[in-house]
């Protein structure tokens, strides 16, 4: 606009240069008779100075987009999750290649400072549908701002508590793989069980997942204890479980580390006990080789695809990614497939989202319930020999 507004003043004062001549040229044709006086000296015209041309004007905030839809990918870039959120928008940014898609843009906000915030930026700039946030208390926060807009909310959380009113979970929910590994035990003999969890909300909804699933399955629940994550609790936990003993398989519904320091000391009072695990062992890179664990059943996403796509990962970013970068993988592929019937320009098809034949993902089939809660296709594994086997392949699709 600086440039334009200049062209404008050098045509005025060419203007202006026309306009004198023109009028030297009319008042040189023209003679007028002045009496004989005293000379009056003219009146000197008062000096003005040239508008001064005006700057452009430039929107704030990144360029508007109009040829590609506008996603915002909210995740804590920095303090204490900035690695797992960075190895999250690394994901998205490897999926976008391996798509080669055109159509998608996505913006990334760092959540560390506010998610409220984030989310308010991200929309001013014009997201029209968000990826993310990570953590619960982010998506409780930015739900209700995102839907006063009308864009849904993608989150990465398996907190089932925040799910719904245009918030959708992507997270691995530990009742999922708790209902798949009883009903996998069921299926193998076991009819009576026990189980292990921690204190917290985590253990509370484990708890509950756990008694249902093994009611729908036709089981009996011997005793069901739990522990705080401190020293020795464990110990103390087991002990009143093996007052209980015997029971055909135990749940111990926390990490794999937890889980192989039960099992020895549950074996004592149940030398055949099957030891039964949740999603929350496939993060863990020393599962195969921890003998407590041996012969035990753990349900989850499979590792099949999540290999190679780590592999790529490693040779771009030069460093392994965390484990539920998958998920970031996962919500672009989505984002990807419904943007070929996603006009531009237009709000996000959130009804698309609902698709009952689901997605496909690094991770398996997967599909959102009314609930917004994902289902996803589990397999069950068994640790066996030193390495974890695949006793129960996951379906590849759904059923209508």
Same mark, same amino acid.
């Given at each position: ?96 290649? *391996? ?10 906000? *760092? ?80 009819? +009576?069980?026990?189980?292990? #969890? ?15 699933? #093994? ?62 695990? %949740? ?46 970068? +998958? ?7 989505? %984002? ?65």
């Amino acid at each position: 606009m600086a440039d334009a507004a200049a062209v404008r003043q050098r045509s005025w004062w060419r203007g202006a240069r026309w306009v004198a001549m023109m009028a030297a040229g009319l008042l040189a044709g023209c003679q007028t008779i002045v009496p004989r006086g005293p000379a009056v000296p003219p009146e000197r015209p008062q000096p003005t100075r040239p508008a001064e041309p005006r700057p452009p004007v430039v929107d704030e905030g990144i360029p508007r987009d109009v040829e590609r839809h506008r996603v915002a990918l909210l995740v804590p870039l920095s303090g204490a999750n900035a690695g797992v959120g960075r190895s999250i928008a690394n994901a998205t940014q490897l999926a976008l290649l *391996d798509t080669g898609s055109t159509e998608v843009r996505i913006t990334q906000y *760092d959540t560390a400072a506010g998610a409220a915030a984030a989310a308010t930026r991200a929309l001013a700039e014009g997201a029209q549908l968000i990826l993310g946030p990570l953590l619960a208390e982010d998506v409780r926060a930015v739900t209700p701002i995102a839907r006063a807009r009308g864009v849904p909310v993608v989150s990465f959380s398996n907190d089932a508590g925040v799910a719904g009113n245009g918030a959708y979970l992507m997270g691995y929910a530990p009742g999922q793989s708790i209902e798949r590994v009883v009903a996998y035990a069921r299926g193998r003999g076991v009819t +009576s069980f026990a189980g292990l #969890v921690p204190g917290g909300l985590y253990g509370e909804r484990a708890s509950t997942a756990f008694l249902r699933s #093994v009611e729908g399955a036709g089981g009996q629940v011997v005793s069901l204890q739990t522990y705080a994550r401190v020293p020795g609790a464990v110990g103390q936990a087991v002990a009143r479980l093996n007052a209980k003993a015997p029971f055909g398989a135990v749940l111990v519904a926390d990490g794999a580390a937890t889980a192989a320091t039960a099992a020895p000391l549950v074996k004592r009072g149940s030398p055949s006990v099957r030891v039964l695990g %949740t999603e929350l062992w496939n993060s863990d890179t020393g599962l195969a080789t921890r003998p407590g664990l041996a012969g035990a059943w753990f349900a989850s996403v499979g590792d099949t695809l999540y290999r190679q796509y780590a592999a790529k990962y490693r040779a771009r970013f030069g460093a392994a990614p965390y484990r539920l970068s +998958s998920l970031g993988y996962d919500s672009v592929l989505l %984002t990807v497939r419904i943007a070929r019937d996603w006009r531009l320009n237009q709000p996000f098809p959130e009804s698309r989202l609902r698709d009952p034949d689901g997605f496909a993902g690094i991770d398996g089939a997967f599909r959102f319930g009314r609930d917004g809660v994902a289902e996803r296709a589990l397999e069950v594994r068994e640790i066996r020999g030193g390495a974890v086997v695949t006793v129960s392949p996951a379906p590849g699709s759904f059923g209508r």
